[in-house]
């Protein structure tokens, strides 16, 4: 008899929708993931100047859609590297088009779990920046275990962002906003805001305006960005 204590699958804060690539999508995987993908392998740590082959700050999206705020933000800030975390092939694979197009240098992707991606081959205090933008804000109450921002996300982020460096989250469901607010505005050991206490700060010029965000703001949808400093440690 097998004693063995069963595994616990994780809870994910993602619904895996791999979707239907077009056929420039599945060329785009073929021809540009040895240029721009990063394949993961757990445990083995990210070396970032060697990645992109200089010493320039870090930024980290997570959940990226279809690149194109990420490629955005990419050609304004060249003196930054972007890495890019998205499950969804599509976005993926149109992503990869778009940094093929515009010949970008800036920005590596990663496609995988981003909480094992961050638990496992981030290093330590490596990151300037960290950005969520519009996460599924799974808003049924039963779901809210779900949800990406939890009390050991806060501290995971506070490993990761250097002293100074910034998490950054905008979310058009309000609810999800307090949510974020309250977990990171419960660690004042960690973080301050810059905007002060328990405040939203108005949409930075730094992040542009995504497809989906303009969708819903035709719809009415308000939209909250959040931004918390990493204070010394």
Do not use: C
Request: aromatic letters at 10%; a positive charge; charged letters at 25%.
């Amino acid at each position: 008899m097998d004693n063995a204590k069963p595994k616990h699958r994780p809870i994910r804060s993602f619904v895996l929708r791999t979707g239907r690539m077009t056929p420039g999508q599945e060329k785009a995987f073929k021809e540009y993931w040895p240029v721009y993908g990063v394949d993961f392998t757990p445990a083995q740590a990210l070396d970032f100047p060697r990645l992109f082959g200089n010493e320039n700050p870090v930024w980290l999206e997570i959940g990226f859609g279809d690149g194109e705020s990420l490629a955005a933000m990419a050609k304004t800030f060249p003196r930054r590297n972007y890495l890019g975390i998205e499950v969804h092939t599509p976005g993926v694979g149109h992503l990869l088009l778009k940094l093929a197009q515009e010949d970008t240098g800036n920005v590596r992707i990663m496609s995988a779990d981003a909480m094992e991606i961050l638990q496992q081959v981030v290093p330590a205090a490596s990151l300037q920046g960290v950005q969520l933008f519009f996460p599924d804000p799974w808003h049924k109450k039963k779901h809210h275990k779900r949800r990406i921002v939890q009390p050991h996300f806060v501290e995971l982020m506070a490993k990761l962002l250097q002293a100074g460096g910034v998490f950054h989250a905008a979310t058009d469901w309000e609810d999800y906003a307090r949510h974020i607010m309250a977990h990171f505005s419960a660690r004042t050991d960690l973080f301050r805001n810059p905007a002060g206490p328990g405040k939203y700060l108005p949409q930075p010029e730094t992040r542009p305006t995504t497809k989906f965000e303009r969708r819903g703001k035709r719809l009415g949808h308000g939209v909250w960005d959040l931004m918390f400093e990493r204070t010394s440690n």
